[in-house]
């Protein structure tokens, strides 16, 4: 079953704009979320995480963040670049897997100039 | 470059073959995890090692095994292959405390292996 949901397979924004990507999670017992960039034919780059006792994480243009009471985390692009455009993952881990990732499938971002 | 290494890049084989997929973590990472991208399915975990043992286990098949070797690389053992096994194997490593649940893990850059 998937634990962490991304519904939106695709976004498209022009450049300069806010990108706003979103992520839904099930297990309650999730305590850490993170954020993971991939550009084709590479592996997933980390970009920004946030543990559970925050709602909100930044670093420069990326904003990431929880409403536990939803179960959802959001991660805000501001002001997007062309070079973001990318697959965006949402994953999330907590101690009972041991801390391995559990992701969504990812949606694509497209920045247009 | 995350540090984080695999080798081959690419693997083509036959069904009912077996390989090997190698990684090496980043220097001083104890903690290694192997995950599976496959187009229908997004990446999926399949197994974790800490400091040579088996720490945690996902979706891994029977026909799959993994070790952990003292100095800290890993293989990733796929045999009776099955087309359905085609996919993007990527590892990655972190340098999980005990206790600890901020877990960055980094990603290598994957095998793409197919198997006709």
């Known amino acids: 079953d998937q634990q962490v949901k991304q519904n939106s397979p695709s976004l498209s924004v022009q450049e300069g704009r806010i990108s706003i990507l979103n992520c839904d999670y099930t297990?309650?017992?999730?305590?850490?979320f993170l954020w993971y960039k991939k550009y084709p034919a590479e592996g997933p780059t980390f970009l920004i995480s946030?543990?559970?006792?925050?709602d909100k994480n930044e670093d420069g243009r990326f904003t990431v963040f929880l409403n536990k009471s939803a179960k959802h985390l959001s991660l805000h692009i501001v002001p997007s670049q062309p070079g973001d455009s990318a697959v965006y993952f949402c994953?999330?881990?907590?101690?009972?897997?041991?801390?391995?990732?559990?992701f969504g499938k990812g949606t694509s971002l497209l920045v247009t100039p | 470059d995350s540090g984080v290494t695999q080798t081959p890049k690419h693997l083509i084989t036959a069904t009912g073959q077996r390989v090997t997929l190698r990684c090496s973590p980043r220097?001083?990472?104890?903690?290694v995890y192997w995950y599976q991208q496959s187009l229908d399915q997004g990446l999926q975990f399949l197994i974790q090692?800490?400091?040579?043992?088996?720490?945690a286990k996902g979706n891994i098949l029977e026909r799959f095994s993994a070790q952990q070797f003292p100095d800290l690389h890993s293989e990733l053992n796929l045999s009776s292959l099955e087309l359905g096994d085609s996919a993007l194997y990527f590892c990655?490593?972190?340098?999980?405390?005990?206790?600890?649940?901020?877990?960055?893990?980094?990603f290598g850059p994957g095998t793409r292996l197919t198997v006709l």
């Open positions: 990655a490593s972190s340098a999980l405390l005990a206790g600890s649940s901020y877990n960055e893990q980094f």
């Open positions: 297990n309650s017992m999730f305590d850490y």
């Open positions: 946030i543990s559970s006792i925050k």
């Open positions: 994953a999330a881990s907590g101690i009972n897997s041991g801390y391995a990732l559990n």
């Open positions: 220097s001083g990472d104890l903690s």
């Open positions: 090692y800490y400091n040579g043992e088996e720490r």
